[in-house]
């Protein structure tokens, strides 16, 4: 019988463990034009939060979309501990493997700027599952936001093809948007 473990202890891993080491989640929406998508010649990564979708964007056109999970306080993280996830454009590191997550690729929150505001924080990414769980309850936990502010997909089958991505078209940054 799975052990049921509560949220706020998989947003202490994503945000403690983090600097260390198709999906069957909740349906993306249909997408529509927003400055959430992708921009004219991008090649990128966009993650629209209110539609909960990750975009690859190659050559200012859509390549894949990912559903996700996002900080279970919502979005605008300002805040070490607040499990918000920022918005903005960040720098990303290089994808890397996790014990906790299969993968995480390091989001560069905050910035320079953001720390001079006094915003306070790290150890946000995007990343896979957590270890250990069942496919059932890992499909429940994409359909709400669980995380200390990262960006999490499904599957390890996603988060591969993310990292992949990232490699392929050298990636450095993402744009995090409302």
């Known amino acids: 019988m799975p052990t049921f473990v509560p949220l706020a202890v998989l947003a202490l891993l994503c945000s403690s463990f983090s600097a260390s080491s198709s999906s069957a989640s909740r349906e993306p929406p249909p997408n529509t034009a927003s400055s959430r998508d992708c921009r004219a010649n991008e090649t990128g990564i966009v993650v629209d939060t209110r539609a909960h979708q990750l975009h690859l964007c190659g050559d200012g056109k859509i390549e894949r979309t990912f559903a996700v999970a996002l900080g279970m306080r919502g979005v ?44 306070t924080g790290g150890a946000i990414g995007i990343h896979g599952p957590p270890r ?28 591969e093809a993310v990292a992949a991505w990232i490699r392929k078209h050298g990636v450095k940054d993402v744009r995090l948007e409302v």
């Open 132 to 159: 250990g769980w069942s496919f059932a309850e890992l499909a429940s936990l994409v359909a709400q936001d669980w995380t200390a502010g990262c960006i999490a997909v499904a599957t390890d089958d996603d988060i």
């Open 76 to 119: 605008g993280k300002q805040r070490q501990g607040d499990n918000r996830t920022p918005l903005g454009r960040y720098g990303l590191g290089p994808p890397r493997a996790s014990q906790h997550f299969h993968i995480f690729v390091p989001v560069q929150y905050p910035t320079p700027a953001q720390a001079r505001m006094g915003f």
